[in-house]
T-cell receptor, first 111, second 114 residues
């Protein structure tokens, strides 16, 4: 068991392009969370899955953002038509109890 | 909505000394969890310590302990015998009901001086 993994670790894209991030949770963790962290701030909640069901979405998750968790395993977060304001660290966490374990994050830079 | 406030943007401590990081939160719920996470520079967030609101006893993990004051809605972290490896951003976080999202404070940057 190697913990939560995220891919890619870094992504540079041009404004208007689509990007997709992947998160692999700790095996047997049925809960998976996405957060966004901007410089100098704490992480902000984006969305939450229990198994394959997306149970909650933040108002931060505009219609350009979509997340999936097919078969309740890995999850993907896609951002369409990226904007410079989307530049941030995107963190994934998983849990089976109340304690969430975080991955290393994907740092996105939109030029 | 629940909020978490960390009033100390930066703190510093001498190696081997003790430091306390402050955190207050606002909630009307009675069932919740509180956490301290550590985020070293360019490294991932790791759990330091957690506290269940229904437990009166303060949580302790080796050199890390909390002072949980439920009525005052305060949850401070004490680091004893500080080590250079303790240097990091420390985030206080709240979770309602145990399976919900984490609400984070803005963090406290801790510097450990040799």
């Amino acid at each position: 068991d190697t913990g939560v993994s995220q891919d890619p670790r870094h992504k540079i894209t041009k404004r208007g392009q689509n990007v997709t991030f992947r998160c692999d949770p700790i095996s047997e963790h049925n809960r998976l969370y996405w957060y966004r962290q901007t410089l100098g701030q704490g992480p902000e909640f984006l969305t939450y899955f229990q198994n394959e069901a997306q149970l909650e979405k933040s108002r931060l998750l505009s219609d350009r953002f979509s997340a999936e968790r097919p078969k309740g395993s890995f999850s993907t977060l896609e951002i369409q038509r990226t904007e410079q304001g989307d530049s941030a660290m995107y963190l994934c966490a998983s849990s089976v109890t109340e304690t969430q374990y975080f991955g290393p994050g994907t740092r996105l830079l939109v030029l | 909505a629940q909020t978490v406030t960390q009033s100390q943007p930066e703190m510093s401590v001498q190696e081997a000394e003790t430091v306390t990081l402050s955190c207050t939160y606002d909630t009307s719920e009675s069932d919740y969890y509180l956490f301290w996470y550590k985020q070293p520079p360019s490294r991932q967030m790791i759990l330091v310590i957690r506290q269940e609101a229904y437990k009166q006893q303060n949580a302790t993990e080796n050199r890390f302990s909390v002072n949980f004051q439920k009525a005052a809605k305060s949850f401070s972290l004490k680091i004893s015998d500080s080590q250079l490896g303790d240097a990091a951003m420390y985030f206080c976080a709240y979770s309602q009901g145990g399976s919900e999202k984490l609400v984070f404070g803005k963090g406290t940057k801790l510097t450990v001086n040799p």
